[in-house]
């Protein structure tokens, strides 16, 4: 069944405003993306191949995400939707934040809350690495892939800026997978 744009427009809007009220933070609302996405607007492999471009960009992933997603389904009105999606959330929850934060910056336990979350977020960067990781080789993981995240590891472990390691990870997929 073939849609309408608008119908794609308005999915793609919806898509992303529930994804961004659901998991407002980055790393977490790549899994929840690849749910809503893969199968539905995108292949898998399109959404590794967004998400590792968006990496390399600067700027903002979700941002990124959203712009290649909207494109993808919907060309440049589908971009204005994601983006739409993708912004208000945020922008809505970060205002209200503020003024609540305002209220309470110089509480004790406002410190210990967010000494109690950096754990978490760093559990939920492990497993959105472990899905894509999963997903670039569906039948088996290969040594090659395993290569490639080893020495990615080690080159944010010694500094190395993100996408310099993302680029050479590419670069080393064409050497590795001929």
């Known amino acids: 069944m073939k849609h309408s744009r ?3 427009w308005m ?3 919806w898509m992303f405003l529930k994804v961004n009220l659901l998991s407002p933070s980055g790393p977490a609302s790549i899994g929840l993306l690849y749910d809503e996405a893969v199968g539905k607007i995108m292949t898998e492999s399109q959404f590794v191949e967004a998400v ?3 990496n390399v960009l600067p700027g903002s992933e979700a941002l990124k995400l959203a712009m ?3 494109y993808s389904a919907g060309g440049i009105p589908g971009i204005l939707a994601a983006l739409l ?3 208000l959330p945020p922008t ?7 003024a609540v ?3 309470f910056q ?3 336990w406002l410190k210990r809350f967010v000494s109690g979350m950096s754990p978490a977020v760093s559990g939920l960067m492990v497993m959105v690495s472990w899905q894509l990781f999963r997903a670039s080789n569906p039948k088996k993981i290969h040594w090659r892939a395993i290569l490639i995240g080893v020495l990615s590891a080690v080159a944010l472990f010694l500094d190395v800026p993100s996408p310099l390691v993302l680029l050479g990870a590419g670069i080393l997929g064409v050497v590795l997978f001929r």
């Open 106 to 108: 110089h509480e004790d």
């Open 101 to 103: 934060l305002q209220q």
């Open 92 to 98: 809505v929850m970060m205002l209200a934040v503020a």
């Open 68 to 70: 290649f997603v909207g």
């Open 11 to 13: 999915r793609l809007l």
């Open 6 to 8: 608008f119908y794609i």
């Open 52 to 54: 590792g471009f968006s």
């Open 85 to 87: 999606g993708a912004i």
